[in-house]
């Protein structure tokens, strides 16, 4: 169960189904009235050693944007749906570069129409779309809180066309299982070695709980990959992938490493980041290497790019070797 110490609201959202349920849910708690979502003055000037106190916020409004972005990877478009932000404290997270110190957890709860966006775009396409609803939070740690994906995933199966696809990093996925989903919820899990889960994906699930979680998900039917993400080259990072394939080797059931897929990716990191890590959290790894990085954007950091190809090649070397002939869908 995620605590909470106070719960910010726009007035609007109280009018709906969902904001009614979260009232309840929450009536212990603290309720400010806020003008918006977006704009928070309290919490944007607090400093950025208090980033795991504000975590401890819950934000609730509407969504009013409402943009597709087209993505050509997983999915034909990355779309806006019900929570943005999260509560566990990756020091990596790309969020952090849009929200700065305040990437906490907001819940919207117009979910019926943002849904009835997709449905209808999807059904007016002539070939099947996939929407990724999954890119602004982790929706399988929101549904302990909202239940969006006991809504959502039926409600699509019976009514929409194409598919939906989001990832976790959280393992409570047991409500999920006895959905009827048809086939149309393509569920990707995100792994890292587990040293890394410990001390850089702070608040989220462990490896073991990972693998467990997206086994069940592909013995109950759903369509499942897995994301090697970030990939963050550390000191040993060699020998931290491979343990962590062997584990996946090892873990992962047979009917999942027969239809899997994978996504690689590699970290980016940003001068936001070091700001916040070093001083929210200033005993935890300095993600950013001198050596290793180039900017990449304003303020952004990526590997350069002789170290991404040597990277690259020996994951994908490493990858045939223990895991197989399994697709890689891309590496980035």
Known sequence: MIKFDDVYYEPESLTYPLGKQLKEQFAALPWIPIESHNSIKEMQEKPNSEFAQMKR?????????????ENHKVSD??????SSGCTA???????VCNYNKCAYLRLFVNREQMLDRIIKRGNKSETPLCFEIGSNSDLVLENTITGNLLYTIPRFAREGYGCL?????????EP?????????????????PQPIIQQIELGTSSLARRITAVNEMCEAGYPCGLLIAPVILTENW????????????????????KQMFLEVILMTYSYVHR??????????????????????????????????????????????????????????
């Open 89 to 95: 404290m990756c020091l990596y997270c790309y969020l």
């Open 165 to 173: 696809t989001f990832p976790s990093k959280f393992h409570m996925v």
């Open 176 to 192: 999920l299982l006895d959905l009827d989903h048809r086939g149309k919820v393509i569920f990707r899990m995100s792994v890292n």
């Open 238 to 257: 060699k020998a931290l992938y491979t343990e962590l394939l062997e584990q996946l080797r090892d873990g992962l059931t047979e009917k999942m490493k």
């Open 77 to 82: 478009y990355l779309v806006p749906y019900t």
């Open 275 to 332: 700001a916040i890590n070093g001083e929210a959290f200033p005993d935890n790894p300095d993600l950013y290497d001198r050596e290793l990085m180039t900017g990449r954007g304003r303020g952004r950091y990526c590997y350069r790019t002789e170290q991404r190809a040597v990277a690259e090649a020996w994951l994908r070397d490493e990858i045939a070797r223990i895991l197989g002939d399994v697709p890689i869908l891309y590496f980035s």
């Open 57 to 69: 916020n819950l934000i609730i409004g509407t969504r009013k944007t409402h943009k597709y972005v």
